[in-house]
Every structure is written in C-alpha cells, then in structure tokens.
Nanobody, 115 residues
C-alpha cells in the first residue's frame, strides 16, 4: 500500500544544484522517519540524509553543509536540496520510509554530475 515516487534528477555541472522530491501515499506519512539513500555504479547503497516526524535531521558526512532534507507533511512530500554538487555525487537516489516494521523504497532518480 505504501508508494514512493522520486523526481528531480538529471544532468548538472559540478558546482550546480538540484532539488529532488519524493511523493508518498497515505495519510499517516507524517508520523514516520523518511530518508534519502544513493547508490553509485559498482558501489554499495549508502544513507544520505534522514528526517523524522518532528523535523529533526541527520546527514552523512559527505552531505553535511551541501545537502538539506526537508518535508512538507501537508503535501506528503520529502525533498533533498543538493548544492555544490561534485562528480562523486553521481548516483541513483532513492527515497525511503520506515513504517509498519519495514523499509519501503521508491524506484530511484538518477543524478549525474559532469562537465
């Protein structure tokens, strides 16, 4: 029943910015922790950022100072604002929600940082 749909990925030059969005189904979205993960080609999936129902956030060291996670509970949407992008940020970015004892994932959106 849980559906997550990411959008906002694309090609951007180093130093540029992108904003990713994740639209979630369900009226209880606001009560659960949500996050963004990414997976680069040939690498393990890694956590980028999380945000809980009260708005408290956590970031991977690689994201601190450059990325901002936020949520709009009225729109059932989580965002990831990415600034000062680097080539090493290139990856598939996945939205996640932890609810009902399980992790639920979107299908991902590709971010490519290249000149």
């Amino acid at each position: 029943q849980v559906q997550l749909v990411e959008s906002g990925g694309g090609l951007v030059q180093p130093g540029g910015s992108l904003r990713l969005s994740c639209a979630a189904s369900g009226s209880i979205f606001r009560f659960y922790v949500m996050g963004w993960h990414r997976q680069a080609p040939g690498k393990q999936r890694e956590l980028v950022a999380t945000i809980n129902s009260g708005g408290s956030t956590n970031y991977a060291d690689s994201a601190k100072g450059r990325f901002t996670i936020s949520r709009d509970n009225a729109k059932n949407t989580v965002y990831l604002q990415m600034n000062s992008l680097k080539p090493e940020d290139t990856a598939d970015y996945y939205c996640n929600i932890r609810a009902f004892g399980s992790d639920y994932w979107g299908k991902g959106t590709l971010v490519t940082v290249s000149s």
